[in-house]
């Protein structure tokens, strides 16, 4: 990880631990990497229900997939797969379920407990293949603490 994505890890690992409830944490996570990362144009969790992952909080444009089953979307594919998954052009990926017009690149990360798929960080960029390994790296690491505060 580079040193500008290292420090947002921890800072944001500390604002997750440090949150008085799951859902403040999540607000938390999803404020600063707004804030943070300009091509970040969209960022949310979703938590997983069921066999569906249900939109909690986000910042960017309203989306129209507020639930949205184990087996469709990039965000369907991650869970099922408990793995990251990064889309550099989402307009060649037949599984992506569009939010916005000008979204280009998308990452879907897993927030795991052991094996168990508690939800997930998604976000889309306005840039084409705008996440790279730090972005994972990073993403990966603030899934590992939210993780944490949900499965309590
Ligand atoms: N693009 C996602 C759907 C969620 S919106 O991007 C917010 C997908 O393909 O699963």
Same mark, same amino acid.
């Given at each position: 990880?580079?040193?500008?994505?290292?420090?947002?890890?921890?800072e944001i690992s500390g604002s997750i631990a440090s949150a008085p409830n799951s859902t403040t944490a999540m607000e938390r996570a999803v404020h600063i990497?707004?804030?943070?990362?300009?091509?970040?144009?969209?960022? @949310?969790i979703?938590l997983?229900?069921?066999?569906?992952?249900?939109?909690g909080p986000?910042? @960017? +444009?309203?989306?129209?997939?507020?639930?949205?089953?184990?087996?469709? @979307?990039?965000?369907?594919?991650?869970?099922?797969? +408990?793995?990251?998954?990064?889309?550099?052009?989402?307009?060649?990926?037949?599984?992506?379920?569009?939010?916005?017009?000008?979204?280009?690149?998308?990452?879907?990360?897993?927030i795991?407990?052991?094996?168990?798929?508690l939800g997930?960080?998604?976000?889309?960029?306005? +840039?084409?293949?705008?996440?790279?390994?730090?972005?994972?790296?990073?993403?990966? +690491?603030i899934?590992?603490a939210l993780a944490k505060k949900l499965r309590t």
């Amino acid at each position: 990880m580079t040193a500008h994505a290292a420090s947002l890890a921890e800072e944001i690992s500390g604002s997750i631990a440090s949150a008085p409830n799951s859902t403040t944490a999540m607000e938390r996570a999803v404020h600063i990497l707004k804030t943070k990362r300009p091509n970040y144009s969209w960022v @949310g969790i979703y938590l997983l229900e069921g066999d569906e992952l249900v939109l909690g909080p986000f910042l @960017g +444009k309203p989306s129209p997939h507020t639930r949205i089953p184990l087996n469709r @979307g990039i965000c369907g594919a991650a869970a099922s797969q +408990k793995q990251t998954i990064t889309v550099d052009d989402v307009n060649s990926d037949p599984r992506y379920l569009a939010c916005s017009i000008e979204t280009k690149s998308e990452i879907v990360v897993p927030i795991m407990d052991g094996d168990r798929v508690l939800g997930e960080i998604d976000i889309d960029s306005d +840039k084409h293949a705008a996440f790279g390994d730090d972005d994972r790296a990073l993403l990966e +690491k603030i899934a590992g603490a939210l993780a944490k505060k949900l499965r309590t």
